[in-house]
């Protein structure tokens, strides 16, 4: 069994597929259901293609097939084929994903694998650091000295540490508000929403705010902020999961270990289970347009409230003064 030493994404040009090669022993590997996904064929028709050129002996079988951990740091393998075999197959493939991939393996990947390796070669010799994960480690230390939120602050260790982070993805916000989720659950058992809806309170002072931007009190926008309904005991338990996620963060980028958003949110929960929290399951009972609809109303009859209580200090203050001019 074969620990992969990094991991290269291929985009297909259509957009629709996204496969995840796994380098190790100077070579990039695949699965059969990856190259199904690569070319946009089923995995029979790749074992079928794989048996042809085995038994054309274009390549020989033991050198193109392996047994690679399919997840980082899980003790599970799967067999894996090498970038000859993919190669071989996707002459086989009809249609555009078959010569796509070999112009970018033959053109990029090829070129990746060998100055990739010869550059380790160098930095042995020279004793420096890997570029990449210098520059990420650099990164995190910075986020961490920054005054941005401290949901902020992980939503930017993960985008800076994720090789297929891209800001357009549509699955990008849906996947940082899960991890969000995950965070508020752990230190007080409810979703963000649920925790808005539960919390926000018209009769109450603040509204139930705990803290706000704002030096002149509570505006709009502070309403719709699930941190700003958290006790301080429950701020003080943000914090430190904070600070321990971004210390994990900087632990793997020490290590070398490259990352996707999967991974992170893998990683989350056995570090949630580690550090012996709750973990939510699922995206929790209330959706954030509920929870915004909500603390909008709530917000607008806390306004109303606050404005009848004006109205009837200036009501009372003018009949206070009426009364003095009549005893003069």
């Known amino acids: 069994m074969t620990h992969p030493d990094e991991v290269v994404i291929y985009n297909t040009d259509d957009g629709k597929a996204q496969v995840r090669l796994q380098v190790a022993e100077h070579d990039a590997w695949l699965t059969q259901k990856q190259m199904a996904q690569l070319f946009d064929v ?12 085995t038994l054309s002996r274009e390549i020989g079988e033991e050198s193109t097939f392996k047994q690679l951990l399919k997840v980082p740091g899980q003790n599970r393998s799967v067999n894996h084929y090498n970038l000859d075999m993919i190669i071989a197959v996707g002459y086989r493939v009809r249609g ?3 010569s796509q991939f070999r112009t970018w393996a033959t053109q990029v990947l090829r070129e990746y694998l060998v100055k990739g390796f010869a550059l380790d070669d160098q930095r042995l010799k020279s004793d420096n650091h890997d570029t990449y994960f210098d520059e990420l480690l650099e990164r995190i230390r910075e986020i961490r000295l920054s005054e941005r939120q401290f949901f902020r602050k992980i939503c ?3 985008a800076a540490s994720s090789s297929d982070y891209n800001p357009k993805r549509t699955d990008v916000q849906q996947f940082f508000a899960s991890i969000q989720n995950k965070l508020h659950f752990a230190v007080h058992g409810k979703t963000a929403a649920e925790l808005i809806i539960a919390r926000a309170d018209a009769a109450k002072d603040n509204m139930g705010l705990t803290n706000w931007d704002s030096v002149n009190g509570p505006k709009t926008k502070d309403v719709i902020v699930a941190k700003n309904y958290l006790t301080d005991d429950e701020l003080r338990e943000m914090a430190r999961l904070t600070t321990m996620y971004l210390d994990y963060a ?3 980028a020490d290590k070398r270990q490259g990352m996707l958003l999967s991974d992170w949110k893998d990683l989350t929960d056995k570090w949630l289970v580690f550090n012996e929290r709750e973990v939510l ?3 929790g009972s209330r959706s954030h347009k509920q929870a915004t609809d909500y603390a909008m109303e709530q917000w607008e009859a806390h306004k109303r409230t606050l404005d009848a209580k004006v109205d009837a200090k200036d009501m009372a203050a003018l009949e206070a003064a009426v009364r003095d001019m009549k005893n003069k």
Do not use: F, L, Q
């Open 250 to 252: 900087e632990d793997r």
């Open 96 to 98: 555009p994903r078959g």
């Open 42 to 53: 089923t995995t029979s028709a790749i074992s079928h293609h794989i048996k042809e050129v």
């Open 281 to 283: 399951t699922g995206a």
């Open 156 to 158: 930017d260790v993960i």
